[in-house]
């Protein structure tokens, strides 16, 4: 399947059971994120996050922003499951993440990840992000991640 056979639509209320258990799916359970989070960015700051279904109408990936003072955005999180990785739908969907932010006026997005997440890093190098610092203990104790940040 190709990433075009993917619809993309904005997220909304009722998908946030569906993010949370991708992202669940995703990550170890130090890494991530409560489904608080995902009311939080979805319900309170109204931040763009985009969601993507397969052509049988499951939801196969998103993407999750956060609005940040001074022109600063952040990738919260983007989630892809294992069957429909590395086929340019997590590239779509950063790319719109991006877009969005950039109509919001934001002129930076910054984003973390675990240090031994190499696919991530990869992804993020392909789209220009450039990892700018190490974050001792951002996952707990022992746990340090990279900062990736790229101009919008
Ligand atoms: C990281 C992630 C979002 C990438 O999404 P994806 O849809 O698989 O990525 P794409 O198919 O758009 O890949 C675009 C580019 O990223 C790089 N890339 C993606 N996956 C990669 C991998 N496993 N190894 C090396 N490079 C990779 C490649 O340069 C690729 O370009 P190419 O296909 O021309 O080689 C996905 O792997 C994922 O959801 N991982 C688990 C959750 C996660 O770690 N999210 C990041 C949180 S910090």
Request: glycine fraction near 8%.
């Amino acid at each position: 399947m190709s990433a075009e056979t993917f619809s993309i639509r904005p997220a909304a209320t009722r998908d946030i059971n569906s993010m949370w258990e991708i992202d669940q799916a995703c990550f170890e359970p130090d890494i991530a994120y409560s489904v608080d989070i995902f009311y939080f960015h979805l319900l309170v700051q109204r931040d763009p996050a985009f969601v993507a279904f397969d052509s049988g109408g499951k939801m196969a990936g998103f993407v999750m922003t956060s609005r940040e003072a001074r022109g600063k955005a952040m990738v919260v999180t983007i989630d892809i499951l294992p069957p429909w990785r590395g086929k340019g739908l997590g590239s779509r969907l950063i790319v719109m993440a991006e877009e969005a932010m950039k109509t919001r006026g934001a002129k930076k997005m910054v984003l973390q990840t675990a240090v031994d997440n190499a696919p991530a890093m990869a992804f993020y190098e392909k789209h220009g992000y450039k990892n700018v610092k190490t974050l001792k203990d951002y996952y707990g104790k022992g746990k340090p991640a990279f900062q990736f940040e790229k101009p919008l």
